[in-house]
């Protein structure tokens, strides 16, 4: 029931964006003006934002003692943008069941490494976007108040949820045992202070780089914009992502990063056409280069795309 909440939900924000734009269309359709030499660049961007965040899921898995091969990594993480389209986050569910058949990974240390990701990927946006907006902009007024509010809540909820001590349940039950490996598993990477060092330096990396993408887009759209609020908004698009309400946040990332706009003096609805248009840059990534990436794990290991087994809950 919660998948087809999530999917109706996903449509009706899409729905009011596209009806919101066509109000508006007179005066919007004279900025889409993205040129070929701008879009090589942002789709060069984005491959070095994909091999950034292979990297990093390859070192943060090595403090799990899982050894994995780099190029695996970028193949499963350009399949799992693509599959994370499909109702119930299937990328998730294909990337646990992947390293766990190819690499010995447990579900439950699967989930440490997925919260882990999620929360450092918050962490670094929140740190960023809050640094910019006091410094640059400031935090007078209702919206920006809201917006610092939100980066700091957080930062709060994702540096106390890594790290913050949790005691390791002894208990011999089947909940025990998928808990205590959670938590074994959630020190072992707590304990590595060097690889979460160097994962949140290139995670920050990855957000500069998507906020240099919306940059062009803004740029071509011919708004004047301070560097400084293209680094806000994609501190905007990574919160979401940590949120992730609808498939590939479709749908809410618009939504936000429109709203985000205004704090930057950007009308809403001008906010909303480059957020739609970076949308449709990415799902052109993501049908081609995921599509193919896809295509060519299922050549490799067709068993990897069938249902998990059920023992997928144990944690073995």
């Keep these: 029931?919660?998948?087809?909440?999530?999917?109706?939900?996903?449509?009706?924000?899409?729905?009011?964006?596209?009806?919101?734009?066509?109000?508006?269309?007179?005066?919007?359709?004279?900025?889409?003006?993205?040129?070929?030499?701008?879009?090589?660049?942002?789709?060069?961007?984005?491959?070095l934002a994909t091999l950034n965040s292979a990297y990093i899921i390859q070192r943060l898995l090595k403090t799990l003692k899982v050894r994995t091969s780099f190029w695996d990594m970028v193949l499963l993480q350009n399949a799992t943008y693509l599959l994370n389209y499909v109702p119930m986050k299937f990328g998730t569910v294909f990337r646990a069941n992947y390293l766990k058949r190819h690499y010995g990974l447990r579900y439950a240390q699967f989930g440490t490494f997925f919260v882990y990701i999620m929360l450092l990927m918050a962490a670094t946006a929140s740190i960023v976007g809050l640094v910019v907006l006091v410094a640059v902009y400031g935090v007078a007024g209702y919206e920006r108040k809201v917006l610092a509010a939100v980066f700091l809540g957080v930062l709060a909820f994702s540096v106390l949820s890594a790290f913050i001590p949790l005691p390791i349940p002894k208990g011999s039950g089947k909940l025990s045992t998928i808990l205590r490996d959670f938590l074994i598993s959630r020190q072992q990477i707590t304990r590595d202070k060097y690889t979460l060092f160097v994962c949140t330096t290139l995670l920050l990396g990855v957000f500069i780089m998507s906020s240099v993408r919306l940059g062009i887009i803004y740029n071509s759209m011919g708004q004047n914009v301070h560097p400084a609020g293209y680094l806000v908004l994609g501190a905007l698009g990574f919160v979401t992502m940590f949120v992730s309400l609808t498939p590939g946040s479709l749908g809410i990332r618009e939504l936000v990063l429109g709203s985000g706009a205004i704090v930057l003096g950007i009308p809403f609805e001008v906010g909303i056409l480059a957020a739609m248009i970076d949308r449709a840059i990415a799902l052109s990534w993501v049908f081609v280069v995921g599509g193919a990436c896809t295509g060519w794990l299922w050549h490799k290991s067709p068993a990897d795309f069938k249902k998990p087994q059920a023992n997928a809950s144990t944690g073995n």
């Design 1 to 47: 029931m919660t998948k087809w909440i999530r999917n109706i939900l996903s449509i009706i924000i899409v729905i009011f964006l596209l009806w919101y734009l066509s109000r508006h269309w007179g005066k919007l359709k004279f900025l889409i003006k993205l040129s070929a030499a701008e879009l090589i660049i942002i789709y060069l961007v984005s491959s």
